[in-house]
């Protein structure tokens, strides 16, 4: 059965993690993706831990499926065969810090050039335009700059990282959005386009009613835990046994939730009556749901909330995603199989029911796909293979 992607051949010149993660969902949706590295260690992140034989846990988890070629772009015979893949590619990735790509030769107008149907994606911690464009950024300090780790943690004292790179991974899923629209507008006008996304706008387009806050009233969001700042009862309780998450979304919730817990008599209290009321008189209300909620176990709460449908679940930890019936049954935990053995990785979210995503493959060995393209695609022989490896060019 066919991917939705299928036929879409994308040259990726990425490292890390935004870029990386940007053709991964590309690559699972179909599309043939060609990692461009450097022949001396390529992408950065084969080297991190932790280790699976001898390949990067983290490198196999979001280069799984692509194909990798070795290529210099600092002398010109890699210059010019990165021309010749220009010319066939449909889409190009790239997340040098802006101006890199333009100083090897690759501005946006030599781009169109070479290609007029190229959508050309630069993924970057500022963006292409602005006074800090050239700045060099990582998750940690884009997070911070962002006003995210302000509305994170447990309070003002402690400004928290959110604890996935989800910096990197919102620029990345960002861009592949940009990508397929630019695709769109493709075989409309027949032009390709650069695409801009930075890792700092795509956090600040994510911080949604932090932002709607602050412009509504002035006032500066700061953390409040796992609270929810404009619904309530909407956190983490304690219970006799652990911790378990209740979010009660309105008011219909609200007097059920009253009655699960034991305390039908606060369903028409004034200070609780409306979700503005119980979000005014939070601390109160948090003392008494606290206090019931300590009467019996975890398991025991989350079974009553579940006959009545209020919105409620344990906190995981990593290793329950293994076990967990839902994450199984969607497929989101997978086994690829690697030549350093089986490895289990997040699976695709995205279900389509006519063109199914999935991972095509495992990442792939620095340069293992060299013959394949340079001699299967560029026409290019076994001699001048040879010679372009002697010369350091691949």
Same mark, same amino acid.
């Given at each position: 059965?066919?991917?939705?992607?299928?036929?879409?051949?994308?040259?990726?010149?990425?490292?890390?993690?935004?870029?990386?993660?940007?053709?991964?969902?590309?690559?699972?949706?179909?599309?043939?993706?060609?990692?461009?590295?450097?022949?001396?260690?390529?992408?950065?992140?084969?080297?991190?831990?932790? &280790?699976?034989?001898?390949?990067?846990?983290?490198?196999?988890?979001?280069?799984?499926?692509?194909?990798?070629?070795?290529?210099?772009?600092?002398?010109?015979? *890699?210059?010019?065969?990165?021309?010749?893949?220009?010319?066939?590619?449909?889409?190009?990735?790239?997340? &040098?810090?802006?101006?890199?790509?333009?100083?090897?030769?690759?501005?946006?107008?030599?781009?169109?050039?070479?290609?007029?149907?190229?959508?050309?994606?630069?993924?970057?911690?500022?963006?292409?335009?602005?006074?800090?464009?050239?700045?060099?950024?990582?998750?940690?300090?884009?997070?911070?700059?962002? *006003?995210?780790?302000?509305?994170?943690?447990?309070?003002?004292?402690?400004?928290?990282?959110?604890?996935?790179?989800?910096?990197?991974? &919102?620029?990345?899923?960002? +861009?592949?959005?940009?990508?397929?629209?630019?695709?769109?507008?493709?075989?409309?006008?027949?032009? *390709? $386009?650069?695409?801009?996304?930075?890792?700092?706008?795509?956090?600040?387009?994510?911080?949604?009613?932090?932002?709607?806050?602050? +412009?509504?009233?002035?006032?500066?969001?700061?953390?409040?835990?796992?609270?929810?700042?404009?619904? +309530?009862? &909407?956190?983490?309780?304690?219970?006799?046994?652990?911790?378990?998450?209740?979010?009660?979304?309105?008011?219909?919730?609200?007097?059920?939730?009253?009655?699960?817990?034991?305390?039908?008599?606060?369903?028409?209290?004034?200070?609780?009556?409306?979700?503005?009321?119980?979000?005014?008189?939070?601390?109160?209300?948090?003392?008494?749901?606290?206090?019931?909620?300590?009467?019996?176990?975890?398991?025991?709460?989350?079974?009553?909330?579940?006959?009545?449908?209020?919105?409620?679940?344990?906190?995981?930890?990593?290793?329950?995603?293994?076990?967990?019936? $839902?994450?199984? +049954?969607?497929?989101?935990?997978?086994?690829?199989?690697?030549?350093?053995?089986?490895?289990?990785?997040?699976?695709?979210?995205?279900?389509?029911?006519?063109?199914?995503?999935?991972?095509?493959?495992?990442?792939?060995?620095?340069?293992?796909?060299?013959?394949?393209?340079?001699?299967?695609?560029?026409?290019?022989?076994? $001699?001048?293979?040879?010679?372009?490896?002697?010369?350091?060019?691949?």
């Amino acid at each position: 059965m066919s991917k939705p992607l299928e036929g879409l051949f994308v040259l990726d010149l990425t490292r890390v993690l935004a870029g990386p993660f940007c053709t991964m969902l590309l690559c699972d949706m179909g599309a043939s993706v060609v990692k461009v590295e450097r022949p001396d260690g390529g992408d950065d992140s084969r080297s991190f831990s932790p &280790f699976v034989g001898e390949e990067s846990a983290y490198f196999m988890s979001i280069n799984r499926g692509k194909k990798s070629i070795t290529l210099n772009l600092k002398t010109a015979e *890699g210059k010019n065969l990165l021309e010749r893949l220009i010319e066939r590619a449909d889409v190009l990735v790239e997340n &040098f810090r802006p101006g890199v790509f333009e100083k090897l030769g690759f501005p946006d107008e030599r781009l169109r050039e070479i290609n007029p149907r190229l959508i050309y994606t630069c993924s970057s911690g500022f963006g292409h335009s602005g006074p800090m464009s050239r700045r060099t950024a990582y998750d940690l300090i884009i997070q911070g700059l962002s *006003g995210m780790m302000s509305i994170t943690g447990p309070d003002e004292e402690n400004p928290t990282k959110v604890g996935s790179s989800i910096a990197d991974i &919102f620029c990345g899923t960002f +861009a592949c959005i940009g990508i397929l629209a630019a695709l769109q507008s493709r075989n409309v006008s027949g032009r *390709g $386009q650069m695409v801009d996304v930075a890792m700092l706008d795509s956090m600040v387009a994510v911080l949604e009613n932090a932002i709607a806050r602050y +412009a509504a009233t002035g006032e500066v969001p700061v953390p409040i835990g796992n609270r929810h700042p404009s619904i +309530a009862p &909407f956190a983490s309780f304690e219970t006799l046994d652990g911790k378990i998450n209740i979010a009660v979304g309105n008011d219909g919730i609200w007097n059920k939730f009253c009655k699960a817990i034991g305390r039908s008599d606060i369903c028409d209290d004034p200070r609780f009556a409306s979700n503005p009321a119980r979000v005014k008189n939070i601390s109160e209300l948090m003392e008494i749901i606290s206090e019931q909620l300590k009467k019996k176990g975890s398991e025991e709460w989350l079974s009553d909330f579940e006959k009545l449908d209020i919105p409620s679940g344990k906190i995981n930890n990593v290793a329950d995603l293994f076990e967990d019936g $839902q994450i199984k +049954a969607r497929e989101m935990i997978v086994e690829v199989s690697h030549r350093s053995g089986t490895v289990k990785m997040p699976g695709v979210p995205i279900k389509f029911s006519e063109t199914p995503a999935s991972i095509s493959g495992p990442a792939p060995l620095l340069g293992e796909h060299n013959s394949e393209i340079y001699i299967g695609m560029l026409g290019i022989s076994v $001699q001048e293979m040879d010679a372009l490896r002697e010369n350091g060019v691949i």
